[in-house]
């Protein structure tokens, strides 16, 4: 089973500033087969970042993924209000399909 | 616009069998993809049960594969979830989920329902 390592677990950023989120996996990818998601509190998760890099119909370009191999980062260039939520990193390289375990943007 | 609808009971109790079903709008479930669960603890993250092809493929968590069994009724558009012998570990929101699938692949989750709480007790 591929594990995901996302850091940090919590990200104190304040309104109109760059967060940077970590996913590292246990083994090497074949390819660039990640994907992020959003999620706010009683809501389900929302794709935002497929292939790594990729985003999904009607994410803004505030957000970006980067990375290959095992280490993917998700940047939020200027942190929106809406943007404060937990995000998960979801590898689909092998199966058993796996995730992160989180990483939560607070307001600072 | 696809859309996933989550039912079934909200509290199940200890040794016995959680039943979800999960009908899909907007999309026809022959038509394509992989349709899947993921639970999701309170407070805590999220955890791949297991998915199901339109033609009758499988694939499980392994954590789970010995309780898990998912199927599909094509004529009610919708697929279901059944996991036995349910512990209070098993307390979970439960989300279902289109798997893409592209080329003979398995990839992101990118349609998912609102999810539902299912509680193990007495």
């Known amino acids: 089973e591929i594990v995901m390592t996302q850091s940090p677990a919590t990200l104190s950023v304040s309104p109109g500033e760059r967060a940077t989120l970590s996913c590292r996996a246990s083994?090497?990818?074949?390819?660039?087969?990640l994907a992020w998601y959003q999620q706010k509190p009683g809501q389900a998760p929302r794709l935002l970042i497929y292939?790594?890099?990729s985003r999904a119909t009607g994410i803004p370009d505030r957000f970006g993924g980067s990375g290959s191999g095992t280490d993917f980062t998700l940047t939020i260039s200027r942190l929106e209000p809406e943007d404060f939520a937990v995000y998960y990193c979801?590898?689909?390289?092998?199966?058993?399909?796996?995730f992160g375990g989180g990483t939560k943007v607070e307001i600072k | 616009q696809v859309q996933l609808q989550e039912s079934g009971p909200g509290l199940v109790k200890p040794s016995e069998t959680l039943s979800l079903t999960c009908t899909v709008f907007?999309?026809?479930?022959?038509?394509?993809?992989?349709w899947g669960w993921i639970r999701q603890p309170p407070g805590q993250g999220l955890e791949w049960i297991g998915s199901?092809?339109?033609?009758?493929?499988?694939a499980y968590n392994p954590s789970l594969t010995s309780r898990v069994t998912v199927s599909v009724d094509t004529s009610k558009n919708h697929f279901s979830l059944k996991l036995n012998s349910v512990t209070a570990a098993d307390t979970a929101v439960y989300y279902c989920?289109?798997?893409?699938?592209?080329?003979?692949?398995?990839?992101?989750?990118?349609?998912w329902g609102q999810g539902t709480l299912v509680t193990v007790s007495s």
């Open positions: 292939d790594a890099s």
């Open positions: 979801q590898q689909y390289n092998d199966w058993p399909l796996t």
């Open positions: 989920a289109r798997l893409y699938y592209s080329a003979g692949r398995c990839y992101y989750f990118d349609y």
């Open positions: 083994q090497i990818f074949s390819s660039s087969y």
């Open positions: 907007g999309y026809t479930i022959s038509s394509g993809h992989y």
């Open positions: 199901l092809h339109h033609s009758g493929a499988t």
